[in-house]
């Protein structure tokens, strides 16, 4: 089965903290995400990675930046942490098999920003 | 613009009722679908798929239709049991790099005893 593991369920930060997010995956995938969710707004991507060193903006990269220095870890970074940032964060991993696959998801973890 | 969409935030059903959970998408380039649930305090959790080039998949007590023509997707639960109490999310993949996902809002289905 694949795991992906993020390295806090629960979080509370002061606004201007710096936050790191881990996320871990043990399936050997190419590609890494990180989204956010809020009530009534769905998932929203914050950004992607195809590949080690690699990283892509998604819909939402305001604010955060990510690192993924190895294969099998995508670090999620809040540079200055905001109370909008309060959200629930996900992490997913999916293989680069002709680009039609499945997204495997982390448990999650809930930041809260005071 | 183009998105992602569901038709009913919540959806209550009775236990061993069948369940229909609808989505439309605009984008005429998607070609991959995905149905996740998820349960409170859990991340999402594949349930099915299927590709533009069906427009029927079926899986143990799920089926999802894909109608190109109206770009309507749909998935149903046969008789419906307490454990899919959940939200479900539709997700479509538009072409793009990087296997790039596109979620629905979700509904919430909760199963009546």
């Known amino acids: 089965d694949v795991k992906v593991t993020q390295s806090s369920r629960y979080l509370v930060k002061r606004t201007g903290e710096k936050v790191f997010l881990e996320c871990v995956q043990d399936m050997d995938h190419e590609n890494m995400f990180w989204y956010r969710q809020d009530p009534g707004l769905g998932l929203r991507l914050i950004y992607f990675?195809?590949?080690?060193?690699?990283?892509e903006k998604g819909d939402i990269p305001e604010g955060y930046s990510v690192s993924r220095e190895k294969k099998e870890r995508f670090s999620l970074i809040l540079e200055s942490a905001s109370t909008n940032q309060t959200s629930m964060y996900l992490c997913?991993?999916?293989?680069?098999?002709?680009?039609?696959?499945?997204?495997?998801f982390g448990p999650g973890t809930r930041l809260l920003v005071l | 613009g183009e998105s992602v969409g569901l038709h009913l935030p919540t959806l209550s059903v009775q236990e061993g009722d069948n369940s229909i959970i609808n989505c439309a998408y605009s984008n005429s380039a998607s070609d991959y679908f995905i149905w996740y649930k998820q349960e409170s305090g859990k991340g999402p959790q594949f349930i099915i798929d299927?590709?533009?080039?069906?427009d029927k998949r079926q899986g143990q007590r799920v089926t999802v239709l894909l109608n190109k023509t109206v770009k309507h997707l749909s998935l149903q639960i046969a008789a419906t049991q307490p454990g899919d109490s959940a939200v479900y999310f539709c997700a479509e993949n538009r072409g793009a790099a990087g296997n790039k996902l596109t979620f629905g809002g979700g509904t919430r289905v909760l199963v009546k005893p």
């Open positions: 990675s195809y590949d080690v060193k690699m990283k």
């Open positions: 997913a991993s999916s293989p680069h098999e002709g680009g039609k696959e499945t997204q495997y």
């Open positions: 299927i590709r533009s080039n069906m």
